[in-house]
């Protein structure tokens, strides 16, 4: 089993930043992929950016790439998501996730967090 805890979440006004955290737990944690997916109102959940575990194969949707960077403290089995110059377009539930498989444009997570919400305000 693998716990992930999201935080961070919140409300800002379109440009402004954001930067999420979630920490991984759980005696199935390895070294897993850890990423992020999220869910707006009205829609299904989608892929935003996943990171493996060495850090250097970082893969991001074509609709944040450029205004957010995934990283990730293996020591702290922690993966950050920093947003930057937010559009009202990226108001959404975020959801933390790790294990499973990556692909050139995408992830298929085995673990999800119950997620954060993130506002953004025109």
């Known amino acids: 089993q693998v716990r992930l805890e999201e935080s961070g979440g919140g409300a800002v006004q379109a440009g402004g930043s954001l930067r999420l955290a979630c920490v991984a737990s759980g005696p199935n944690f390895g070294n897993d992929a850890m990423g992020w997916f999220r869910q707006a109102p009205g829609k299904e959940r989608e892929f935003v950016a996943v990171?493996?575990?060495?850090?250097?194969?970082?893969i991001y949707s074509d609709s944040v790439k450029g205004r957010f960077t995934i990283a990730r403290d293996n020591a702290k089995n922690t993966v950050y998501l920093q947003m930057d110059n937010l559009e009202p377009e990226d108001t959404a539930v975020y959801y933390c996730?790790?294990?499973?498989?990556?692909?050139?444009?995408?992830?298929?997570?085995?673990?999800w967090g119950q997620g954060t919400q993130v506002t953004v305000s025109s």
């Open positions: 990171i493996g575990w060495k850090g250097t194969t970082r």
């Open positions: 996730a790790a294990g499973g498989v990556t692909y050139p444009s995408g992830y298929e997570a085995d673990y």
